[in-house]
């Protein structure tokens, strides 16, 4: 099958890309490969897929409709599964413009172009953070979601809702996923496992907000590309739920989808796997809560299991494990 996927410079979008690659399909990759974190870093994934024939990528920004839809024009893709974003919850406190700019009009252009090349599934990332306010636990599909505390969250969902919209209006089967704070290698040097370990290897205190007292459903890269994989052989039908806890929308072929390990470890004990992994204690400076942060996260992934027959199971161990080793490699520290 021709897949697009926006945000193949990106952690997930390179990792989800190389899966589907290695197993023989062919990817067309979209990304503006933005300064927000080290572009080199964006362009070493990138060479990763280069080394793949039925690899196509193209550098633009989701706000540029006209560009957008001559690269559509030209793959006329089956699938399309959109992972880019402006990321980083702390960030949107800075400057939400470019939140609003890529997450929701860059999204709403996404989407449009779905419409016209009648795609088989649209699959859009979101984001655990939609849940906002809520802290009935753990976080299901179809629990309520009306009070975001971040611009980053109330974009996510803004696109969420245009994709609805686009999935009752044109019948664009849409399967919208919420991402329970993935990590692994090759991950995003603004979020807390790489920020944490770049501490390490370096001497200097890491920061631990709300003095430690979080949980997070961490999720490892490689099963959440995996879900991806098989979650794109499954579209949505409309009145066709697979169970009675089904986000399956009673009007659309669209449904929301939890990608999580269902399983919220204390932060205080993912540091100290890094520390093991890294071979020392860290220096911690003990901070407050950041303004929209959440103090817990926790998936049900039961409606993933029920669409594919998987279900995330990676241990923190292992995949801090694996992230430690390939930042050992990349950065050439530690040995």
């Known amino acids: 099958m021709k897949v697009l996927i926006t945000g193949t410079a990106g952690f997930i979008g390179q990792n989800l890309a190389m899966r589907l690659l290695q197993a023989g399909h062919e990817v067309v990759g979209i990304d503006s490969i933005t300064?927000?974190?080290?572009?080199?870093?964006?362009?070493?994934?990138?060479?990763?897929?280069?080394?793949?024939?039925?690899?196509?990528?193209?550098?633009?920004?989701?706000?540029?409709?006209?560009?957008?839809?001559?690269?559509?024009?030209?793959?006329?893709?089956d699938f399309v599964v959109h992972l880019a974003a402006q990321a980083g919850v702390r960030y949107s406190l800075e400057n939400p413009r470019a939140y609003v700019e890529t997450n929701v009009i860059g999204s709403f252009n996404v989407t449009e172009l779905c419409r016209e090349y009648?795609?088989?599934?649209?699959?859009?990332?979101?984001?655990?953070?939609?849940?906002?306010?809520?802290?009935?636990?753990?976080?299901?599909?179809?629990?309520?979601?009306?009070?975001?505390?971040?611009?980053?969250?109330?974009?996510?969902?803004?696109s969420e809702l245009i994709a609805h919209s686009h999935s009752h209006l044109h019948n664009i089967p849409t399967t919208v996923l919420r991402f329970f704070t993935v990590y692994g290698p090759w991950g995003r040097p603004d979020m807390a496992f790489f920020l944490f370990t770049k501490a390490m290897f370096?001497?200097?205190?890491?920061?631990?907000?709300?003095?430690?007292?979080?949980?997070r459903d961490f999720t490892y890269v490689d099963d959440l590309t995996r879900s991806i994989e098989l979650l794109l052989d499954v579209p949505p039908v409309t009145g066709q739920p697979v169970s009675k806890t089904d986000s399956l929308s009673p009007v659309a072929p669209y449904r929301l989808v939890n990608i999580g390990n269902a399983n919220p470890v204390?932060?205080?004990?993912?540091?100290?796997?890094?520390?093991?992994?890294?071979?020392?204690?860290?220096?911690?400076?003990?901070?407050?809560?950041?303004?929209?942060?959440v103090s817990k996260t926790f998936a049900d992934s039961d409606l993933l299991q029920s669409l594919t027959g998987f279900?995330?199971?990676?241990?923190?161990?292992?995949?801090?494990?694996?992230?430690?080793?390939?930042?050992?490699?990349?950065?050439?520290?530690?040995?």
């Not at 370096?202 to 949980?215: Q, T």
């Not at 430690?324 to 040995?335: L, P, T």
């Open 35 to 77: 300064p927000y974190y080290d572009v080199s870093l964006k362009h070493d994934r990138l060479a990763r897929l280069a080394q793949f024939e039925q690899f196509t990528q193209h550098k633009t920004c989701l706000e540029d409709f006209e560009v957008l839809s001559k690269i559509f024009a030209e793959a006329h893709p």
């Open 118 to 158: 009648s795609v088989k599934h649209l699959v859009l990332a979101s984001t655990s953070s939609a849940y906002g306010a809520n802290d009935r636990y753990p976080f299901v599909e179809t629990d309520k979601a009306s009070f975001p505390l971040t611009i980053y969250a109330a974009t996510k969902q803004a």
């Open 202 to 215: 370096e001497g200097r205190p890491i920061k631990v907000f709300n003095e430690g007292k979080m949980a």
């Open 266 to 293: 204390p932060l205080m004990d993912f540091i100290a796997e890094i520390e093991r992994a890294v071979g020392v204690t860290a220096q911690k400076e003990m901070l407050p809560m950041q303004p929209g942060d």
């Open 311 to 335: 279900r995330p199971s990676t241990s923190v161990r292992d995949g801090v494990q694996a992230f430690v080793d390939w930042y050992r490699d990349y950065y050439a520290v530690g040995r």
